[in-house]
């Protein structure tokens, strides 16, 4: 079958062909034949950092074309994709999740024809969303959904602030913005702000303008702030997030793309009883959740470009370029 490996950390990544086929699957396995599969920011980390030697990304989807023996729930023909930690089906986070991550020198990823999974880590599709559009679910659909949800609680009328117009961005805007939030979008391109506005941004603002994008919050919000925030610039937007955060509010920790920033004034954090909450993605649970309420209220998700099974190179420069808004998609099949 054909497939994408990383032979060494820093390497470009070469297409290879498995001189056997691909494998069946165990008695409590499955096998899905990837249709599409989505690029996240990590995996730009995984090709640079990685040990090498494995099958790169984490993210898609495709139809099962051969189950185990013990398998009930799967059958031929499904729509699936599989989760982002395959053993985190329920319950609190553990930390031997991070040794499952797909993608990663610890598992294989799904940047193949065909990909081999446990029953229980497969979520089915919604019937609404291409295969292209649901590739894009795993990491960032779950980890918006979870930050808003799970760890956020936020209801109607609440704010929420998202950083840019990536992947969780734009997941945590429409979600958001489809339970009645108001929605504040930073970004430096008042192109892709415009953009923002039509999936249901309120409050748009340039921080090329406004350096001070905290202070802008707070004149937009009436000094209230924001009840929760998706960080995702780390260390050079944290000490902004904080000085934009409610009293009572929420910091949802999920990224860390940007590089070293400012001391964080942690003393406003205590005095407003508000918490900083760290959280990588979801579980299978999770999934199931963010894909009812897509389903429900017909939401699509955001799609920048889709890159041909060939063009994987290409696809990892365009999302290394930052001008992507939405996600960076491949075509396998």
């Excluded at 894909?291 to 890159?307: C, K, L, T």
Aim: proline share 4%; charged share 25%; glycine share 12%.
């Amino acid at each position: 079958m054909k497939l994408y490996r990383v032979r060494r950390h820093g390497d470009a990544l070469q297409p290879a062909q498995e001189a056997e086929s691909a494998r069946e699957p165990g008695k409590t396995e499955v096998r899905i034949r990837v249709e599409a599969a989505s690029l996240n920011h990590r995996d730009l980390d995984e090709l640079e950092g990685g040990d090498g030697g494995f099958i790169p990304l984490s993210d898609a989807a495709g139809r099962v074309d051969a189950v185990g023996a013990d398998v009930q729930r799967w059958r031929i023909g499904d729509r699936v994709a599989v989760n982002f930690f395959p053993t985190w089906t329920d319950g609190r986070f553990k930390e031997s999740y991070l040794r499952t991550i797909l993608g990663s020198r610890h598992v294989e990823g799904v940047l193949a024809e065909h990909t081999v999974q446990p029953q229980e880590s497969l979520v089915s599709l919604p019937e609404h969303l291409t295969m292209a559009e649901a590739a894009t679910l795993p990491c960032a659909g779950v980890t918006a959904w979870r930050a808003l949800v799970d760890r956020g609680n936020i209801s109607r009328g609440d704010t929420v602030l998202v950083q840019g117009t990536g992947g969780v961005a734009l997941f945590g805007l429409q979600l958001a913005a489809s339970m009645g939030a108001r929605v504040i979008v930073i970004s430096s391109s008042d192109a892709k702000l415009e953009r923002a506005r039509a999936l249901g941004g309120s409050i748009l603002i340039n921080y090329r303008e406004r350096p001070d994008w905290d202070k802008a919050v707070m004149e937009h919000t009436g000094g209230a702030g924001a009840d929760l925030i998706l960080e995702l610039g780390g260390p050079t937007t944290l000490e902004r997030s904080i000085r934009s955060v409610g009293a009572g509010g929420t910091i949802a920790l999920i990224g860390a793309l940007g590089g070293s920033g400012s001391p964080t004034p942690l003393g406003r954090i205590h005095a407003g009883n508000a918490g900083i909450l760290g959280l990588t993605v979801g579980s299978v649970r999770h999934f199931e959740a963010l894909n009812a309420h897509v389903s429900e209220h017909g939401i699509r998700p955001v799609i920048d470009r889709v890159f041909g099974f060939d063009d994987v190179p290409a696809a990892y420069e365009h999302l290394r370029s930052g001008t992507h808004f939405g996600k960076v998609v491949v075509r396998v099949a």
